[in-house]
């Protein structure tokens, strides 16, 4: 161990707390979630006595050190911060109250960020099958080990952990910022009048519906591809075999199509077809689209779809009892009219979005460099090398 470092158990540096109170049917209570991934306790709603099926709650206050059993091995660890004291949760989340003689309790949450802690913590899980019943009990976490340096040291190491944190975060909104600017050049681009004026064109001119064209093997896996809401695009999904789903057909999708989920047309799912998901299926509950790039090209069609003034006119002629439940058929899609700019106007359009493009690449890099660092930087300063 490093020199000055000492190994503990959590009991020797914290105890449980045992506070229950007696929930009342009149009275509200703020009840406490805890994310994912390290990234601590929230406010997950408020609910009236009368409403919570426990018969007592735990109230939690700030600087209490909390996880879920239920999550723990995804990483479900928190410190409870002041906006939150005073709030509830049940007994699925243990909470502690920190020595910080011996533990600064953001030490103690840099410790639990790292996925190294929770794939070990997963190994004390108990339950019947990994994605619901695993729960990290309290025996298991007071006995897990922490290595610890003096206090002086631990604020050190927390300092320099916050701020080179502080700004890679910096950095990271930067590239949103970028990327969001981005999309407001290449929609002033699409909207530009001085090419001419746009002429409303049926999407039925513009765009095929194609038909499925993939008999479903039950022997045969099928590589799916979805598509994100709110204009994020499509990614490559999971992979089934053919005896695991319903569909009769597929869509085998080509690159440049255009497709969308009828169900989250609503919330902007709409998606052309990138050359990393060529040769990806779709079930036919994402109609697909082929285009006539003589008179419209993917560009033009990619950046209109993912502007959110756009989805709320399509919701609005989407079919169904509440929003969640609409869905935008392909007819209606089809007789959509397309405020279609000028060939001149869309390849200038495909030009800067070729240049844009270029730059969001090595942003995506960057994007994926940032992300590796700090998981590093963490992994040295547990092993005393920072």
């Not at 600017?181 to 290449?186: A, C």
């Amino acid at each position: 161990m490093t020199n000055g470092w000492q190994v503990y158990r959590m009991h020797d540096l914290m105890t449980q707390n045992f506070n229950g109170v007696k929930v009342l049917p009149d009275k509200s209570y703020k009840l406490l979630g805890v994310r994912l991934e390290g990234r601590g306790a929230f406010l997950r709603e408020e609910k009236s006595g009368d409403a919570i099926s426990a018969n007592t709650l735990n109230p939690v206050r700030a600087g209490d050190f909390i996880y879920s059993r239920l999550f723990a091995w995804r990483g479900a660890f928190g410190i409870v911060p002041e906006a939150l004291d005073g709030c509830f949760v049940s007994g699925e989340f243990p909470t502690f109250t920190i020595n910080k003689e011996k533990l600064l309790p953001k030490f103690l949450q840099l410790f639990f960020t790292r996925s190294v802690v929770w794939e070990e913590v997963e190994t004390y899980c108990t339950g019947t099958t990994k994605a619901s019943r695993n729960r990290f009990k309290e025996q298991f976490f007071l006995g897990f080990e922490i290595p610890v340096p003096p206090l002086e040291e631990q604020h050190q190491i927390v300092n320099h952990i916050e701020a080179i944190a502080t700004r890679i975060a910096r950095v990271q909104s930067l590239q949103n910022e970028i990327y969001k600017e981005s999309e407001l050049l290449l929609r002033s681009i699409s909207a530009n009048k001085s090419f001419g004026e746009p002429i409303p064109t049926p999407m039925k001119e513009l765009v095929r519906l194609r038909a499925p064209d993939v008999i479903v093997d039950p022997n045969e896996n099928y590589h799916f591809a979805g598509v994100y809401s709110f204009g994020r695009g499509i990614f490559r999904g999971i992979r089934r075999m053919g005896n695991q789903f319903a569909y009769p057909k597929l869509y085998r999708l080509r690159t440049n199509d255009f497709t969308y989920p009828k169900l989250m047309a609503w919330e902007g799912a709409y998606a052309i077809v990138s050359p990393e998901c060529d040769g990806l299926v779709v079930s036919t509950e994402f109609p697909v689209f082929e285009l006539n790039q003589e008179k419209i090209l993917p560009e033009t069609m990619g950046v209109y779809f993912r502007d959110p003034a756009i989805w709320k006119t399509l919701s609005g002629q989407s079919t169904g009892t509440n929003v969640r439940r609409r869905r935008l058929n392909p007819q209606t899609f089809l007789n959509y009219e397309f405020p279609l700019p000028p060939m001149e106007q869309q390849l200038v359009l495909r030009s800067v979005q070729a240049r844009l493009a270029s730059l969001r690449e090595l942003q995506s890099a960057t994007g994926e460099e940032l992300d590796a660092l700090l998981p590093s930087i963490l992994d040295k300063a547990f092993k005393g090398e920072l």
